[in-house]
């Protein structure tokens, strides 16, 4: 059984950072594994950060910025999201999600993604 379990959220003044955290159990981060970063902010849909697959290579969602980097370790079978200059609009709750097969369209709808965690609330206050 997977799960995905976030943390590492928070609240925060703008220009501040965080590092957000996804610990996997019961997925394996090799072998054309691809574990991501979606966000939901208030009233909003929710929406793709970024996805990291086995061999490291990335992708970029609607909501990635040149302030956030997507990482993982892989012998951890942990993704992490460092977040820095953050700002008000980057408030939202976010979620990682873990795919169970390879996709090259639309990599960021939500049919794409087998596995989700609960989330992590992001506050950035101005």
């Known amino acids: 059984q997977v799960q995905l ?9 703008a220009g501040g950072s965080l590092r957000l955290s996804c610990a996997a159990s019961g997925y394996v981060f090799s072998g054309g594994s691809c574990v991501g970063w979606f966000r ?7 929406e793709g950060v970024a996805l990291i697959r086995s061999d490291d290579t990335t992708r970029d969602g609607e909501s ?3 302030r956030f980097t997507i990482s993982q370790d892989k012998a951890r079978r942990t993704l992490y999201l460092q977040m820095n200059s953050l700002k008000s ?3 939202a709750m976010y979620y990682c999600a873990a795919a169970q097969t390879h996709f090259d369209v639309d990599v960021f709808a939500e049919r794409n ?4 965690g609960q989330g992590t609330q992001v506050a950035v206050s101005s």
């Open 5 to 13: 379990v976030e943390s590492g959220g928070g609240s925060v003044q």
């Open 40 to 46: 939901q902010p208030p009233g909003k849909e929710r």
């Open 64 to 66: 990635m910025t040149d």
């Open 89 to 91: 609009e980057d408030t």
């Open 113 to 116: 993604w087998r596995f989700w």
